[in-house]
């Protein structure tokens, strides 16, 4: 059973580019929730979602950020005209249901240039 | 709301010596309680967690904690510590009532461990 894969694992934009982080969860695992990573600090809750539903986005910025978890495919964090302040690591999780602890990817490493 | 504090970003011991990382938390419900690691580059690793009952959690390579509520606390040891535990642990805590998987982490502790 393969982990929670995250891809690209290290992705560089220029500013003003779009950038779209790919999140496919583990098998069985119909909960995902993206987590980002500034440089010194903590992971902050990003967005959390079941398939095809966004169920909890509290943590996203209000502008520029969107996630999906479409029926088919990977969940992808879509970050649009990145600034410098975007760099930092997005981790995805996933768990089986609501109330079980959630597995975490490698993450993706964004800089944004 | 909830808040996790991890006081000492920085810890360092002697290989062999005793691992103390402290974690304490604020929620309005009884929490679940979580520590992960984080080796360089990597993602996060569940080490241990705490929902209901025992308060003596036991997890993976060696690694305890103790679910004190009266003094709010979740603190990380391990007996004897080894080269291969150096990395970043991150305390974290969810509502029993909420979603076990929404957390909110502290800010981390680096450990560091010499010969």
């Known amino acids: 059973n393969a982990g929670v894969m995250q891809n690209p694992r290290h992705l560089v934009r220029r500013r003003g580019q779009e950038a779209r982080l790919r999140c496919s969860p583990m098998?069985?695992?119909?909960?995902v929730y993206w987590y980002r990573q500034l440089p010194e600090e903590g992971l902050k809750f990003m967005v959390y979602l079941q398939k095809e539903n966004i169920i909890d986005e509290s943590g996203m910025p209000k502008e520029r950020f969107s996630a999906e978890f479409p029926k088919e495919g990977p969940s992808i964090l879509r970050i649009q005209q990145v600034v410098r302040g975007d760099s930092a690591a997005y981790f995805c999780a996933s768990s089986p249901s609501r109330d079980r602890e959630a597995f975490f990817g490698q993450g993706t490493r964004l800089t944004v240039v | 709301a909830q808040s996790v504090t991890q006081l000492g970003s920085h810890v360092s011991v002697s290989e062999g010596a005793l691992v103390l990382l402290r974690c304490n938390y604020s929620?309005?419900?009884?929490?679940?309680l979580f520590w992960y690691v984080q080796y360089p580059n990597q993602g996060l690793q569940l080490l241990l967690k705490?929902?209901?009952?025992?308060?003596l959690v036991k997890g993976i390579n060696g690694f305890e904690a103790e679910f004190k509520k009266s003094e709010t606390s979740f603190h990380l040891t391990k007996p004897s510590a080894h080269m291969s535990d150096a990395a970043e642990y991150f305390c974290a805590v969810s509502e029993s009532t909420g979603t076990a998987s929404k957390l909110t982490f502290g800010t981390g502790t680096r450990l560091q461990v010499t010969l």
């Open positions: 098998k069985g695992h119909s909960h």
């Open positions: 705490y929902t209901t009952g025992a308060t």
């Open positions: 929620s309005s419900v009884p929490p679940y």
